[in-house]
């Protein structure tokens, strides 16, 4: 069964680096979405993604968050400067053009120091 | 208020009961309605989906959806240890919109 897959699955960084999150959602997918849960919070829509641009954001994602699909199978979350409350497990989805029923991967966890 | 409320427990049954997991939301633009279920620090794992009013039945999983009173139901029948996880409610207004998930209930079945 094709699933959504994401690397690191633990990142740890320093206050004020960049990370790079990856995810390669399943194949014939074409709406690709972030979401985020810090630990013991409820889960939280960052961006979605079509079509090459992004259709939806929310406050969290500022200017120091961006998508990116570099190829045909890639998705990408950076954030530029990390803070100490980025740190959560970040969540990649995807889904299909015509429903909204969104695969999730398994999650990086972000560690910000 | 906010968009998608649901308690977030901890529920405790017996292994066998019959569980009830209910969502009360806001946004009448909400038309699929969704239950995952998630174990600690793991992503979430589509259970059930529906589009707009009415039922689902997939195995001992039943979801319910009354859009005139805005409530979404998961019902587990045969409850068993391995259901012992957290479940989230979330809906969307459609392809592509973002999805409003619920806090979770976290779920503990006895055996």
């Known amino acids: 069964e094709p699933e959504v897959t994401q690397t690191p699955s633990h990142q740890v960084t320093q206050m004020g680096q960049e990370v790079i999150l990856r995810c390669v959602p399943i194949?014939?997918?074409?709406?690709f979405y972030w979401y985020r849960q810090i630990l013991g919070q409820k889960v939280e829509f960052l961006v979605s993604?079509?079509?090459?641009?992004?259709?939806?954001k929310s406050e969290i994602f500022d200017d120091q968050f961006s998508v990116e699909r570099p190829d045909g199978s890639n998705f990408t979350l950076k954030i530029r400067s990390t803070k100490l409350e980025d740190s959560a497990m970040y969540f990649c989805?995807?889904?299909?053009?015509?429903?909204?029923?969104?695969?999730f991967g398994p999650g990086t966890r972000l560690t910000v120091l | 208020q906010k968009e998608v409320e649901q308690d977030p427990g901890p529920l405790s049954v017996p292994e066998g009961a019959i569980v009830s997991l209910n969502c009360t939301y806001s946004?009448?633009?909400?038309?699929?309605f969704m239950w995952y279920r998630q174990y600690s620090r793991k992503g979430p794992e589509l259970l059930m989906y529906?589009?707009?009013?009415g039922n689902k039945e997939d195995g001992r999983f039943t979801a319910q959806v009354d859009k005139s009173s805005k409530y979404i139901s998961l019902f587990i029948r045969d409850s068993q240890p391995s259901d012992s996880a957290t479940y989230l409610c979330?809906?969307?207004?459609?392809?592509?919109?973002?999805?409003?998930f619920g806090a979770g209930t976290r779920l503990f079945v006895k055996a």
């Open positions: 989805a995807s889904s299909t053009a015509n429903t909204d029923t969104q695969y």
């Open positions: 194949s014939n997918h074409l709406y």
């Open positions: 993604f079509y079509n090459n641009e992004i259709s939806e």
């Open positions: 946004n009448s633009a909400f038309q699929y």
């Open positions: 529906t589009y707009s009013s």
């Open positions: 979330a809906m969307s207004a459609g392809g592509g919109f973002k999805t409003i």
